[in-house]
């Protein structure tokens, strides 16, 4: 427990970017705690936590990590034999044990139709990048939103590569073995099964769960109020 409040990380994952987290911040503000939306570079999982690492390391005093889809793995790589971090939620996100990868887990259990909306194309780095094709992304990431917003996302959308969904976790131990959970996530999405969702909360043996029915992916955005009701359960856990 610590006297003094924590700050709250935010990490997006694929195909969205620090905007997305624009209603979580809003709710969070309200309640005077000072919020970071990180905008994830999306390239590799060792590198994207260890940018999420060094926000972490600027911040005075104890952070709540908060991470969405790829997010869960950035957070959870991020996290592990970090001191600093208080506490862990996950928003329709992964929470990958060793060696696990996004790509896997997301076919752990039937339901994602994600692999039919990607567009692939290749990148000077090497190998491909991901994004989901406009004409998909409404109805695969975002259903319950307006079409006007969902297109907004789509144009501005991160595309991740495929190196980062395809390499596993490289912590020994995954810091939700550690660290207190929460899991928020809805039963509609489309990308991440519900019943992975909810396997990977379990597992984790997290101190809250929140299901929001009928919504997307895009749960953030279009249920900002029940992802900031998560996040504040796991603030007030670990504040004093």
Not at 58 to 85: C, F, Q, R, W
Not at 102 to 122: D, I, M, R, V, W
Not at 133 to 155: G, I, K, L, N, T
């Amino acid at each position: 427990m610590s006297e003094q409040k924590p700050t709250i990380v935010l990490v997006h994952g694929a195909f969205a970017e620090s905007a997305s987290w624009t209603g979580v911040v809003e709710g969070l503000a309200d309640r005077d705690l000072d919020v970071v939306a990180v905008a994830n570079p999306l390239r590799s999982l060792p590198g994207d936590a260890a940018y999420v690492r060094d926000v972490v390391a600027s911040i005075d005093g104890p952070v709540v990590l908060v991470g969405h889809s790829y997010g869960g793995m950035v957070i959870t790589e991020a996290a592990a034999g970090n001191d600093k971090v208080a506490a862990l939620v996950y928003v329709c996100a992964f929470a990958p044990e060793h060696g696990e990868t996004a790509f896997e887990l997301s076919t752990k259990f039937p339901g994602s139709t994600l692999g039919a909306a990607l567009a692939a194309y290749p990148v000077s780095t090497g190998g491909n990048e991901f994004a989901i094709r406009p004409e998909a992304f409404h109805h695969q990431f975002a259903a319950d939103v307006s079409a006007e917003v969902a297109a907004m996302m789509s144009a501005t959308q991160r595309p991740v590569t495929q190196d980062a969904l395809t390499t596993g976790l490289p912590s020994q131990l995954p810091a939700w073995k550690s660290i207190p959970s929460w899991f928020v996530f809805s039963d509609a999405d489309l990308n991440i099964p519900v019943a992975l969702h909810r396997f990977l909360a379990d597992r984790a043996g997290a101190k809250g769960v929140r299901e929001v029915p009928g919504a997307s992916h895009a749960i953030s955005v279009s249920a900002p109020d029940a992802v900031t009701e998560s996040i504040l359960e796991a603030v007030y856990a670990v504040s004093a």
